[in-house]
Structure formats: C-alpha cells, structure tokens
C-alpha cells in the first residue's frame, strides 16, 4: 500500500509565493517520476509540473519563470515552489507519484491541497 501526504496549500495574495511539499511511503514501489497537477472549477485538471528520476522536469507554459518543481528520490519527495502566483493559479493541487510496482506501472495521488490567490 501506497500513502501520499501532501501539505502546503494556503491562501495566498497575488505576487506572493507557496510552497507546495509531497511524500510517498509504502512498499514494493519504485518511483520514476513525480509531479504536481490542478483542477480549477469548472475547468479540467492538467499538469503543472513534473520530474523525472533522472531530473528531467516539464512545465506547463503558464507556470514557466514562476514555478520550479524539484524531487528527493532517496526520500520520495517531491516539492513545488510557486512564485509570482496569480489568481488564475487558483485550484486544488494534487501530487501524483509514478513507478514500477512489481512489473505493472502505477500512479498513486495525494488527497488535493488547496491553493487560493486572492486579494
């Protein structure tokens, strides 16, 4: 069984920064990758961040210059600084954990972190 704990999440005024932080734990699960995604109302979720073992990182443009995703494999942690945010950042957060559990991929998720921009 996989866990993953995220924290971070808060209200935050327009051109401040947040810190997004997220841990796995569990057994017999080799993680690849790790990344951030965001579910607006109303809109669908995408990507916002990912980074590979090897430390090869995606942005999804809206976010590039502003955000920088960065990971501790040895501590299956993967973390999501924010700067610059704007009321469009608005959503719930979710950490997604990626790997290899004996022999089939699997993708595990945190429960969401609210990230509210907003004067």
């Known amino acids: 069984q996989v866990q993953v704990e995220e924290s971070g999440g808060a209200l935050v005024q327009p051109g401040g920064s947040l810190r997004l932080s997220c841990s796995a734990s569990?057994?017999?699960?080799?993680?690849?990758?790790m990344g951030w995604y965001r579910q607006a109302p109303e809109k669908q979720r995408e990507l916002v961040a990912a980074?590979?073992?090897?430390?090869?990182?995606n942005y999804v443009d809206s976010v590039k210059g502003r955000f920088t995703v960065s990971g501790d494999f040895a501590a299956n942690s993967v973390y999501l600084q924010m700067n610059r945010l704007k009321p469009e950042d608005t959503a719930v957060y979710y950490c997604?954990?990626?790997?290899?559990?004996?022999?089939?991929?699997?993708?595990?998720w945190g429960q969401g972190t609210q990230v509210t921009v907003s004067s």
């Open positions: 980074i590979t073992r090897g430390g090869t990182t």
């Open positions: 997604i954990t990626r790997g290899d559990q004996e022999g089939e991929e699997r993708d595990y």
């Open positions: 569990g057994s017999k699960f080799v993680i690849n990758a």
